[in-house]
T-cell receptor, first 114, second 112 residues
Framework: EPEVTQTPSHQVTQMGQEVILRCVPI?????FYWYRQILGQKVEFLVS????????KSEIFDDQFSVERPDGSNFTLKIRSTKLEDSAMYFC????????????FGSGTRLTVV | QQQVKQSPQSLIVQKGGISIINCAYE??????FPWYQQFPGKGPALLIA?????SEKKEGRFTISFNKSAKQFSLHIMDSQPGDSATYFC???????????FGSGTRLSIRP
């Protein structure tokens, strides 16, 4: 069964440092997403990406965040200057439609900011 | 108005029993209601989904009941098994947009 692959599985970074979280979506999917889950809390939408541009973003997704699809297969989330409150599980997802049906999530990257 | 409220926060059910998780929403523009199952260390996985033009959808032991007038929907797991122990999230979305809004999650434990 096709999978969404995320790397690394766990990243520890110092406050103020830049981090890049990487994702390889399912190959024939067209819509890409990042969500995050702070420990023990609900899954929160960050951003959606289609046709090489952001289609929607949440209030959480401020100027410190950016997304990119640099080579047609990878999909990255960059946090420019990490804060303690950025510590969370970050999930990448991809979909063949806009309806959420067929959303496939990766296993996530646990980001710890110290 | 974007919120999806989920209860209970945690649930313990005996093996073979029925697990019931409830969700409520406010925004009547939502027209897609999925349930996700999440095991520790894994991402959420789509379990079952419903649209508001039907009142019930069943897939195996999993059933969604949908009450449009009350703006509520629920997940029923029949003959609950230890392997069903996981965190369950309800969610809601729009057919014209891409994001989905998650509920706060229910940690389900099935006792053998």
């Amino acid at each position: 069964e096709p999978e969404v692959t995320q790397t690394p599985s766990h990243q520890v970074t110092q406050m103020g440092q830049e981090v890049i979280l990487r994702c390889v979506p399912i190959s024939n999917h067209l819509y890409f997403y990042w969500y995050r889950q702070i420990l023990g809390q609900k899954v929160e939408f960050l951003v959606s990406f289609y046709n090489n541009e952001i289609s929607e973003k949440s209030e959480i997704f401020d100027d410190q965040f950016s997304v990119e699809r640099p080579d047609g297969s990878n999909f990255t989330l960059k946090i420019r200057s990490t804060k303690l409150e950025d510590s969370a599980m970050y999930f990448c997802a991809s979909s063949g439609t806009t309806l959420g049906y067929g959303y496939t999530f990766g296993s996530g990257t646990r980001l710890t900011v110290v | 108005q974007q919120q999806v409220k989920q209860s209970p926060q945690s649930l313990i059910v005996q093996k073979g029993g029925i697990s019931i998780i409830n969700c409520a929403y406010e925004n009547t523009a939502f027209d897609y209601f999925p349930w996700y199952q999440q095991f520790p260390g894994k991402g959420p996985a789509l379990l079952i989904a419903i649209r508001p033009d039907v009142s019930e959808k069943k897939e195996g032991r999993f059933t969604i009941s949908f009450n449009k007038s009350a703006k509520q929907f629920s997940l029923h797991i029949m003959d609950s098994q230890p392997g069903d122990s996981a965190t369950y999230f309800c969610a809601a979305g729009y057919s014209s947009a891409s994001k989905i809004i998650f509920g706060s999650g229910t940690r389900l434990s099935i006792r053998p």
